[in-house]
């Protein structure tokens, strides 16, 4: 097992994302797969979106994942590392490929929408708590996952569920975007698992389609935050109509105690530029610009910024 380049000094960054990336092929005109004759490449990921988006708006960002020792591998770590993202954490598989997946250029929510994968057996699907730098996925303020992760396979799963379990106090703020995509589990518990990992994690992103196709709510937000009480900040989005809203737990008065309390100071005042990229970095980073919310609320990337930045080691960068 190779990594993608040598690194002396581990640095702090601002966002760790770990997840599986593909090369994504895209139709050069409207239909369906079987009709189209020609695709152009892209690339896709709903961690390594964050990381792009997220270092394309400024902020220091790793990507951690695993791809094969081919060509594919080759151009996903290339065109990540164009956006400005840390991939030296990044493992070549000589075994297992780097996945791969063809779309359709209609509109995802149709029903003429079609997604095909090739990504059982990648390199991605074996990360695994023993092959995962682990100190490069920590040394972030913050650590970015998502339930796609869990679904590939029961090494992913265990390594995310060590990553937000039992978290020391001065780890990383863990967001977790649930992503939850019915077709990539093989068992049907795929919906008590998301909601156990993000019970888990301090701030969470959910879409009100997926609260009721996983877990059968119905009542929006407020609903959503009765079933998810635990995470410090939740992020309901609403894609149909172009909303999202988030939500604080209070804190509370006196000091807390437990395996999971982490001290979080004041907010900053900075805001976060919009990234390039949609999902929850685009989210995380376009909060900021937002008219400021009813009390209650409170901007998603100022909650991202609370912990303060760490001295970084002296010694040189990875690269």
């Not at 004759?37 to 390594?48: K, L, Q, T, V, Y």
């Amino acid at each position: 097992m190779t990594a993608t380049g040598p690194c002396n000094a581990l640095d702090v960054v601002d966002v760790v994302a770990l997840g599986e990336s593909m090369v994504t092929f895209l139709p050069t005109r409207p239909g369906r797969l079987a009709d189209v004759p020609s695709f152009e490449r892209a690339i896709g990921g709903a961690e390594s979106n964050v990381a792009c988006g997220l270092a394309a708006a400024g902020h220091a960002v790793r990507w951690v994942s695993r791809v094969g020792a081919d060509g594919f591998g080759d151009h996903l770590v290339e065109a990540i590392r164009k956006y400005g993202v840390d991939i030296s954490a990044v493992r070549r598989d000589p075994v297992r490929p780097t996945g791969v997946y063809f779309r359709t250029a209609g509109d995802r929510a149709t029903d003429q929408h079609e997604v095909a994968y090739y990504r059982a057996g990648s390199a991605a699907s074996a990360m695994s708590a023993a092959n995962v730098d682990l100190a490069a996925v920590r040394a972030g303020r913050v650590l970015h996952l998502s339930g796609i992760t869990a679904a590939l396979s029961d090494a992913c799963l265990a390594l995310l569920r060590e990553l937000v379990a039992g978290r020391p106090a001065d780890g990383p703020l863990v967001s977790f975007d649930v992503n939850y995509r019915p077709g990539l589990w093989h068992t049907t518990d795929g919906p008590h698992v998301l909601l156990d990992l993000a019970r888990a994690c301090d701030v969470v992103f959910v879409g009100t389609d997926e609260a009721e196709a996983a877990w059968g709510v119905t009542g929006g937000p407020e609903a959503i935050r009765a079933l998810l009480p635990e995470p410090s900040v939740l992020v309901v989005k609403d894609g149909a109509r172009g909303r999202r809203r988030s939500s604080a737990r209070p804190c509370p008065a006196g000091p807390a105690t437990g395996p999971r309390t982490r001290p979080r100071p004041a907010p900053s005042p900075c805001a976060a530029p919009r990234p390039s990229r949609p999902g929850a970095g685009r989210h995380l980073a376009r909060a900021g610009r937002r008219a400021p919310h009813p009390p209650g609320h409170l901007r998603v990337d100022d909650h991202l910024r609370t912990r303060p930045s760490r001295r970084r080691r002296r010694g040189g960068r990875c690269r």
